[in-house]
């Protein structure tokens, strides 16, 4: 039962931000677990720290204009919302895809916010992106895209005010030609974004840190229900930078990966997902998931990427996108027996899908906790770049594991503090707010 005052907050982010569903869902999903924070803490209703914090500080909207191969120009939008600083410089990805629109990017970086809380590193929230869509552009395409998005971008950003890194669309290849751009418009070489290949200040573990997190949280999350990784079947959907590094570190703890899928269809392997050659497929030539069974003919290609839930599975790892699973996908995972559900994609579960599976029981890792491990180690490449100095793979890897264990332990307690013992979507929405609201109100009215 929501209070008179959580109802009223809701009831303004839902008239103030009309055309923008998925933020809605984000700010209800947060703004409905602070029920029992506002009860004990009346201070944060009256210097109204939900109502700011649901408000982004700054949107920055822009043209990008470029030229295609053929000569022709085009137009994209560009977008960077700076949603929080109280914690630090701002902080969250870009995604280049065609479905992004300003609702989206709010919905991510307000996300964003108790995401990067919870990793209790010094950075604030953001999140940005572009309408551009990198499949089937050349890299000549790609590179002059970059190049007029970072000329939009760049007077906005720095390394001690908003620091962007990759998300869907957005690899090492854009971090290059988005970095190489910011160098050469401010003359200056500084860990502006994170994610940049290892030659020019890149960390190591990066590149795997979303999906070896979130196998390290998930192994927390079967370790109180008593069990490990060994011999578990492990559905993960996606194909993309979380998806084969989660199935990478599952495969080397003793679990069996035998699905992953792209935006069009999904592939079975019971012998056990072949990584070498997805990673061939997906990073090298970048193409389709469905060429799998030419090299794997005892795998299966099915159209549709939704049909991924059916197959039966212990653990399930939803690594592709927003919505991707919704109440029917729940019920159907639940009744073959699923025990764990953690969210590598942001906001992978409807909210239906996520009531379903605590109703069940079923372990549910929510992503702002689950998939942390990337922008945790994106604060590490931070600190590297600002010592001027490159820890070793060993080195990140520690920090990173000991960074999951402590999220999960920071859900957990707070789960348990505020009277809900197991649910870690409340968890993580109450200790990433609390820490964000204690430094807002340290800060006064800003
Ligand atoms: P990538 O672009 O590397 O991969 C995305 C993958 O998801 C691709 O395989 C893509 O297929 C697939 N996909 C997209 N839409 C669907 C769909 N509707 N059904 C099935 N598959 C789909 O992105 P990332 O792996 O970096 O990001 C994946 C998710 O993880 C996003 O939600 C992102 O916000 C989140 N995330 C990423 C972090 C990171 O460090 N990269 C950090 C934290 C969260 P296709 O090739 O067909 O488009």
Redesign the pocket.
């Known amino acids: 039962m929501s209070s008179v005052f959580i109802d009223s907050v809701l009831s303004a982010v839902v008239s103030r931000n009309p055309a923008e569903p998925e933020f809605i869902q984000a700010a209800r999903e947060v703004i409905e677990s602070l029920d029992p924070v506002v009860q004990k803490k009346p201070e944060i209703v009256r210097l109204k720290i939900v109502e700011r914090i649901v408000e982004p500080e700054r949107q920055v909207l822009f043209r990008v204009p470029w030229v295609d191969d053929k000569g022709q120009v085009q137009i994209n939008r560009g977008f960077r919302v700076q949603f929080n600083s109280a914690l630090g410089p701002y902080k969250g990805?870009l995604?280049f895809?065609p479905s992004v629109n300003l609702g989206i990017i709010k919905f991510?970086g307000f996300e964003q916010v108790f995401?990067n809380a919870l990793t209790v590193t010094p950075i604030g929230g953001g999140k940005g992106g572009s309408d551009f869509d990198p499949?089937g552009k050349s890299d000549s395409e790609v590179m002059r895209f970059c190049q007029s998005f970072m000329s939009g971008l760049f007077r906005h950003i720095g390394p001690d005010t908003d620091v962007p890194?990759?998300?869907?669309?957005?690899?090492g290849r854009e971090i290059g030609f988005l970095y190489g751009q910011y160098k050469k418009l401010t003359n200056s070489f500084t860990g502006v974004l994170t994610?940049k290949g290892l030659t020019y200040g890149g960390s190591l573990v990066?590149t795997e840190?979303?999906?070896y997190g979130l196998v390290y949280f998930t192994s927390r999350m079967l370790q109180d229900r008593g069990t490990d990784w060994q011999g578990k079947r492990v559905v993960i959907?996606?194909?993309?930078?979380?998806?084969?590094y989660a199935a990478e570190k599952v495969q080397s703890l003793g679990g069996k990966v035998i699905a992953?899928?792209?935006?069009?269809g999904?592939i079975v392997d019971e012998e056990g997902i072949d990584l070498a050659t997805v990673k061939r497929i997906?990073e090298v030539e970048r193409g389709?998931?469905k060429e799998y069974v030419e090299s794997r003919p005892k795998g299966s290609y099915t159209e549709g990427?939704?049909g991924?839930w059916t197959v039966p599975c212990d653990v399930a790892l939803p690594?592709?996108?927003?919505n991707?699973l919704d109440g029917n996908a729940a019920d159907i995972l639940i009744k073959n027996g699923c025990i764990a559900v953690a969210e590598?994609?942001?906001?992978?579960s409807s909210p239906e899908a996520v009531e379903r599976f605590l109703e069940a029981r079923v372990s549910f890792g929510p992503?702002k906790a689950a998939?942390?491990?990337?922008?945790a180690?994106?604060a590490l490449e931070m600190c590297q770049n600002s010592m001027r100095l490159s820890w070793t793979f060993e080195e990140v890897d520690v920090k990173l594991h000991g960074i999951m264990d402590n999220i999960y332990a920071q859900c957990r307690d707070a789960s348990e503090a505020y009277g809900l013992p197991g649910n870690l979507v409340a968890g993580a929405n109450i200790a990433g707010f609390l820490r964000v609201a204690e430094a807002m109100m340290a800060q006064g009215v800003v």
């Open positions: 990805g995604r895809h991510l995401k499949k890194a990759g998300d869907i669309g957005v690899g994610g990066r840190a979303t999906g959907s996606g194909s993309g930078n979380v998806a084969i992953l899928s792209d935006s069009n999904y997906k389709r998931v990427c939704i991924i690594c592709a996108t927003q991707e590598g994609a942001n906001m992978p992503a998939n942390a491990g990337g922008v180690t994106s």
